[in-house]
């Protein structure tokens, strides 16, 4: 869990652990193997809803904050997951987050930032 905790917090790529912890093919193996079992989305929940109840909220909230932001993204990402945000003039995704009121994570999604048009098939 602390070689996990340690690639996140620092942004770091799994080659790149220190020698401090067991090798980065075994730390990878065990979170792709929690990560496809839906253990680390669980425990998350589970955090989330301690965190709630220790603030003397319910543990499913009643509002929620729904953000967005446009990300560039390299050229060489596949077209199909980018797409262009004339209004920002970024070429890349869009994520969307629901927080709720405390500001714990509810949902992430990542899609590709599309242009609007009279028909599907006209350019943007």
């Known amino acids: 869990m602390d070689a996990i905790f340690y690639v996140v917090d620092n942004g770091i790529k ?3 652990l220190p020698a401090d912890f067991p090798p980065w093919s075994t730390v990878y193996n065990y979170f792709a193997a929690w990560e496809k079992a839906g253990v680390t989305s669980a425990m998350l ?3 989330r809803d301690r965190a709630r109840l220790r603030d003397g909220r319910a543990v499913n909230p009643s509002a ?3 953000d ?3 990300v560039k993204a390299p050229e060489t990402v596949a077209m199909p997951s ?3 945000d004339a209004g920002k003039k970024i070429n890349g995704r869009k ?3 629901v927080t709720d009121t405390l500001g714990l ?3 992430v999604a990542v899609t590709p930032r599309r ?3 009279a028909t599907p098939d006209a350019p943007c």
């Open 14 to 16: 799994w080659r790149a």
């Open 82 to 84: 980018r797409g262009y």
């Open 45 to 47: 929940d589970v955090l």
């Open 115 to 117: 242009c609007r048009t």
């Open 105 to 107: 994570l509810l949902c």
């Open 95 to 97: 994520r969307h987050i």
């Open 68 to 70: 967005s932001q446009s």
């Open 64 to 66: 929620g904050i729904i």
